[in-house]
């Protein structure tokens, strides 16, 4: 049974390129949420999507960044434009979505390093 | 703005002794609780949940909950030098998990 795949492990971009970063929830869930880790410090929450829906993206800059969850695939984050302070530790988490508490799932997580 | 705050540590203990990791939180909607551990370079890993107040205990780890100081404890027993990880407390309310900011926990044999 597979946990949460995140792909690539690690990502080296030159300023100005395009990022894309790669999650497949675990089976049977339908809900991912995406963080961003500094070293050092915990994790920020970025954008929580179900399948084809963004549920809240209040964590996510309005400018060169996006997110999606499609209907089939894995859920993609997109950095356009990237600058050196895009980089960090990218991790993504599922989780069934049932009321009452969620347990999150993580991916080993993207490791961005911007050139 | 909802907020989880931690101590960030680093917290020291001698192996053997109780390690005890304090987590509070701001918004009293909040309806679920959770600690992760998470070891350098690696992704967190959950290991309690707790959903009312009192205490939890599973195997050498007991959560404690008490929503009306808006307060989530864990403490770990018999410390192991495995146990040297950061402790991440994370909450929980209608959709929106956050989480603090960790705790880095050091077990010295």
């Known amino acids: 049974n597979a946990g949460v795949m995140q792909n690539p492990r690690h990502l080296v971009r030159r300023r100005g390129q395009e990022a894309r970063l790669r999650c497949s929830p675990m089976?049977?869930?339908?809900?991912v949420y995406w963080y961003r880790q500094l070293p050092e410090e915990g994790l920020k929450f970025m954008v929580y999507l179900q399948k084809e829906n963004i549920i809240d993206e209040s964590g996510m800059p309005k400018e060169r960044f996006s997110a999606e969850f499609p209907k089939e695939g894995p859920s993609i984050l997109r950095i356009q434009q990237v600058v050196r302070g895009d980089s960090a530790a990218y991790f993504c988490?599922?989780?069934?979505?049932?009321?009452?508490?969620?347990?999150?799932?993580f991916g080993s997580g993207t490791q961005l390093s911007v050139l | 703005q909802k907020e989880v705050e931690q101590n960030s540590g680093p917290l020291s203990v001698p192996e053997g002794a109780i390690a005890s990791l304090n987590c509070t939180y701001s918004?009293?909607?909040?309806?679920?609780f959770f600690w992760y551990r998470q070891y350098s370079g690696k992704s967190p890993e959950l290991i309690m949940s707790?959903?009312?107040?009192g205490d939890k205990e599973d195997g050498r780890f007991t959560a404690q909950l008490n929503k009306a100081s808006q307060y989530v404890s864990l403490l770990i027993r018999d410390s192991q030098p495995s146990d040297s990880a950061t402790y991440l407390c994370?909450?929980?309310?209608?959709?929106?998990?956050?989480f603090g900011a960790g705790t880095r926990l050091t077990v010295k044999p």
């Open positions: 707790i959903y009312s107040n």
């Open positions: 994370a909450v929980y309310n209608n959709n929106d998990m956050r």
């Open positions: 918004d009293r909607g909040s309806q679920s």
């Open positions: 089976k049977g869930h339908s809900h």
């Open positions: 988490a599922s989780s069934t979505g049932t009321g009452g508490g969620e347990k999150l799932f």
